[in-house]
């Protein structure tokens, strides 16, 4: 069964310094997205991405987040500088389109910034 | 402002005692109502998606309502696998707008 994989699982990283999140989405997906969930708390949009660019983005995907697909199979989210607070579970997700909405999600990058 | 509200925040339930969760959102453009099932330190796993009032579903134990208003999802003859997080979601233009969820657990 297809499934949307991402990597880490797990990161430690220093206040301040850059992350990048990986996902390799389902194959034949077009639509892609991030979601966060900090520990004990809901589920939370990011951005979404479609045809190479942001659709769009809540009021926390601040200058300081970015996403790529920089080939045919992955999709990043770049953390520049990270904080305290970014430390949460990051959530990647597929769907296949406008009329396939079921989103499909990954495992999580468990985010731990200290 | 767009808002999905779950109840109950918990719920202990018997091994085969039958109960259904509540899913209430206020969406403006609501495109579909999602249901997922997330255990600890796990993401989201797909369970259903409903799209219009008087829609059902079915998947083992599990059935999702949807009315203009709220969605259910009802829970027949649970078993102790059937313990996790339902996590309740409006599909609002190209995002999902999520609940704080309902934990279930259920006991032998």
């Known amino acids: 069964e297809p499934e949307v994989t991402q990597t880490p699982s797990h990161q430690v990283t220093q206040m301040g310094q850059e992350v990048i999140l990986r996902c390799v989405p389902i194959?034949?997906?077009?639509?892609f997205y991030w979601y966060r969930q900090i520990l004990g708390q809901k589920v939370e949009f990011l951005v979404s991405?479609?045809?190479?660019?942001?659709?769009?983005k809540s009021e926390i995907f601040d200058d300081q987040f970015s996403v790529e697909r920089p080939d045919g199979s992955n999709f990043t989210l770049k953390i520049r500088s990270t904080k305290l607070e970014d430390s949460a579970m990051y959530f990647c997700?597929?769907?296949?389109?406008?009329?396939?909405?079921?989103?499909?999600f990954g495992q999580g990058t468990r985010l731990t910034v200290v | 402002e767009d808002q999905v509200t779950q109840s109950p925040e918990a719920l202990r339930l018997q091994e085969g005692e039958s109960s259904s969760l509540n899913c209430s959102y206020t969406?403006?453009?609501?495109?579909?109502l999602f249901w997922y099932r997330q255990d600890p330190g796990k993401g989201p796993e797909f369970l259903f998606t409903?799209?219009?009032a008087g829609e059902e579903k079915e998947k083992e134990r599990l059935k999702a309502t949807l009315t203009k208003k709220e969605s259910f999802l009802h829970i027949t003859a649970p078993k102790p696998e059937d313990s996790a997080t339902y996590l309740c979601?409006?599909?609002?233009?190209?995002?999902?707008?999520f609940g704080t969820g309902t934990r279930l657990q259920v006991f032998p």
């Open positions: 997700a597929s769907s296949g389109g406008r009329t396939n909405t079921e989103a499909f």
């Open positions: 194959s034949n997906h077009l639509y």
């Open positions: 991405f479609y045809n190479n660019e942001i659709s769009e």
């Open positions: 969406v403006s453009g609501l495109r579909g």
């Open positions: 409903l799209y219009s």
């Open positions: 979601a409006a599909l609002d233009t190209d995002k999902l707008i």
